[in-house]
């Protein structure tokens, strides 16, 4: 990165000339040209935190809409650890890998019990509470709190990996020279401007295919570009091949009740509704009519692209449940915090469930012998 000057390099080869213009440009550029996200007109610890525990493994676009619906809910760290979790899962759909919404909903109840409702702001005790790492961790301090604190996340990762012309993979323990690379380049003033002018240049000019160099702010001082480098670095991890999967849900019907069930600990979407899948065991007292396929939808959740069958049978009563299984009305099902194939179903059976209306077509297979439709939703628990 840049020509040796004699300044001190550390063993990344960053010197402090370099270092200070890289941190002069990308605030330049950040000035100029910073995304105007929700979360960024009042960046307060809890505002960080809740947007940077939406953002692991989801779009931008999603968090923007689920972000302002879910702090009207849920204001405070105290208005969020007092509430349920059955509202905060609810709250949380659309985003996937709910494990998220659990541990943001614990930790918020360990802040209010042990920091008096204030986010702690230091290293140690904030990476002490649930689902906060590394990571998220140094986006509060640096940019909810101002200390110059490193960040590696995704965007980031591929700018610095990029700039110093890191050749080894990434990902996981191999991000340590990075997150060294990071704290190195991380001013003790403005740091938080700084690192998400370093998450703005990954995700809209360091983009992982064709990044547009001729736009980049350190165009001057990258080692990918002036090696050519920049199709081979970062070297990603082999992706872990799809795994291919056929269930069937199980829509187990009395007049305008269904029947539902509360996913296990342990199991994809951990405290939610769901349809039962096949084999389900302990149905046999309903006494249910033949089955009747409605459609087929297909998602991926982890690395498994499951296609899922969904029939529905007529019971012939409505038996009293026990926990976890319940019988809700169809109208009712809006209201339940619902697995993202849950909701898919109901939309299917509050359509109807037999033919998909022209608007959501895309949202689901029809059943063979329907209407021929594809649909693929990539959609994580
Ligand atoms: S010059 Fe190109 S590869 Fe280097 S940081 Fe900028 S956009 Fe990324």
Known sequence: MGRRTGARAGGDGLEARAIAAVRRALLRWYARTARDLPWRRAPDPYRVWVSETMLQQTQVERVCDAFGRFLDSFPTVAAL?????????????????????RQLHAAARVVVAEH?????????????????????????RSIALGQPAPIVEANSRRVLARLAGHRAEVGGAADEPLWQVAARLVPPQGAGAFNQALMDLGATVCTPRAPRCTRCPLLGHCRAHAGGLTGSIPRLPRPRAAEVREETALVIRHAEHVLVEQRRPGEWWEGLWDFPRLP???????????????????????HHRITLRVVVRRAARRTRLAPPRAWVS?????????????????????????????RRRSRYVPAPGTTSSSAREKKRA
Do not use: K, N
């Not at 619902?338 to 209306?357: C, K, V």
């Open 116 to 140: 008096g409702g204030r986010l702690p702001e230091d290293d140690g005790a904030l990476r002490r509470l649930p689902g906060i790492g590394r990571y998220t961790a140094g986006a509060i």
């Open 81 to 101: 650890a007092a509430a349920e979790e059955s509202a905060v899962l609810r709250a949380w759909e659309g985003l996937g890998y709910y494990r998220r919404a």
């Open 280 to 302: 389900a065991s302990g149905l046999a007292g309903l006494r249910p009519g033949r089955p009747h396929e409605i459609g087929r939808i297909v998602y991926t959740v982890t």
């Open 330 to 358: 169809v109208a009712d099902l809006a209201g339940l915090a619902l697995s993202s194939p849950g909701r898919r179903i109901a939309r299917m059976l509050a359509d109807d469930g037999t033919e998909p209306p022209p």
